[in-house]
């Protein structure tokens, strides 16, 4: 029965091609493509998947949450103080959200066939810009474009690949995953997307039936790596233009993972019971370098101090200690599945855990 369900949504989302398809019709601004188009689908048209802007953000105990479980996974980004969480329920019907978070223009990009969820800038070149689903999809995943210049970009590629705006990449907003229990542990202050959309979409239901524990991958790629499973969740660091692959620690309580990779030292903190894996590049204070331990606290939002006395959260920023308020670099890195950061980095590397 499940295989009879994704051949009928499958068909579904490849029976949508227009006449205006722009790989066909040559209508895009640039007809120069930084990818092959060959690999490119358009599967539901552009704008078949509705993105949404400003979307109503409700409290944790507010109302139009009883959509969440608290094992739903929900994408965490915090700006001046104010924390903003970003329900995987509802981008799985919609994978974009452009929001504003004090002086931040944000883009919430999450596809759901490769499991990557990144925060992009959406102020490009002076100017300000939303997302849309372009219904493009290369190597599985996502193709969002921005509605200033109608320029297509693809999005674990991090960079536009066809339009006016060809080449340029957006900046990189940190997002931090992790499960709804520990967003109401962690952070009870944070603002959720609700289920007030303006759109009609069952949130409780997922759309694409088995597909985040099999094997199956719904549309074609070009290469395949076996020493995980596809759908294995990894954490994968991008240092010059090659990638490393960090998957969650084989047991269920909070674990430290300090590491090199290209030169650089890689810190990286996996809970796989609360659903986060964060990752930051070391660095110095005042010449000395950090020696960082675990904080190991069921209920704190606090994950790591070091021998200066600094305590450092999730998002890399030192809450307490003599150098409060410094921030540790978060290189190019996110959550995704297995296949699509091999698929991407043809020749990652991958994390052996002890």
Known sequence: MKYIKKLTLLL????CNTEDDPLTTGTTVNSEWLIPTSQVF?????????????????????????????????LVYESGGEVRAYAHPVLDWHEIINDQIGDDYVAI????????????????????????????LYETNLMPYDRLTNSYWNQMFNQCVNGF??????????????????????YPNALITSNNTGHIRNYNTYPYDNYRTDSEILFPISRSDTRLHPKALVRGVEINGSAKA??????????????????????????????????????????????????????????LEDQLGNKWDLFGKAVEGPNAGSQLEVPYSYIGYWFAWATFYPNVTLYELE
């Open 12 to 15: 579904l989302l490849m029976g």
């Open 42 to 74: 358009d599967v539901v048209g552009k704008d078949a998947i509705p993105a949404l802007e400003n979307p109503e953000m409700s409290k944790i105990d507010g109302a139009n949450l009883e959509f969440m479980d608290d094992s739903d996974l929900v």
């Open 109 to 136: 990009t999450y596809c759901p066939l490769t499991g990557t969820g990144i925060g992009w800038g959406r102020e490009i070149n002076g100017s300000i810009t939303t997302f849309g689903v372009s219904g493009f």
């Open 165 to 186: 705006l060809i080449r340029e990449t957006p900046e990189f907003f940190n997002l931090v995953q992790m499960n709804y229990a520990a967003l109401k542990d962690l």
């Open 246 to 303: 960090y998957p969650f620690p084989n047991s269920n309580k909070r674990e430290l993972i300090i590491d090199e990779f290209n030169g650089k030292e890689i810190i990286v903190v996996a809970d796989e019971a609360k659903g986060f894996m964060v990752s930051f590049l070391n660095r110095e204070i005042e010449s000395t370098p950090l020696v960082f331990n675990l904080i190991d606290e069921e209920n704190s939002n606090l994950i």
